[in-house]
């Protein structure tokens, strides 16, 4: 199992940028994605996450400026990110996770920088 995330960078505040995180290795149309992101020195939060059937929720900070997509013809789960903040810059991390008979089993991408500057 491999996802590769991209499209990091570092913008100005009130730009975009948009996140795709490409997964390989599992059947992803049936299963719930996300994106979470770490900042130095903070615990990892969940900032959006999208079903498999392409329902969406977000973390308070982020309703109404990111949306989250899925493709499931690419396996790719997509953030689009706007009026971006400096409390947003973090290292983007996508997931994907499935529940087994043991629990909840998760996969993570490599992590993607996102630097807003003020």
């Known amino acids: 199992v491999q996802l590769q995330a991209s499209g990091g960078g570092l913008v100005q505040a009130g730009g975009s940028l948009r996140l795709s995180c490409a997964a390989s290795g599992l059947t992803f149309s049936g299963k719930a994605a996300g994106w979470y992101r770490q900042a130095p020195g903070k615990q990892r939060e969940l900032v959006a996450e999208i079903s498999s059937s392409g329902l969406g929720r977000y973390a308070t900070s982020v309703k109404g400026r990111f949306t989250i997509s899925r493709d499931n013809a690419k396996n790719t789960v997509y953030l689009q990110m706007t009026s971006l903040k400096p409390e947003d810059t973090a290292v983007y991390y996508c997931?994907?996770?499935?529940?087994?008979?043991?629990?909840?089993?998760?996969?993570w991408g490599q992590g993607t920088q996102v630097t807003v500057s003020s």
């Open positions: 997931n994907v996770y499935q529940y087994q008979t043991s629990g909840r089993r998760d996969f």
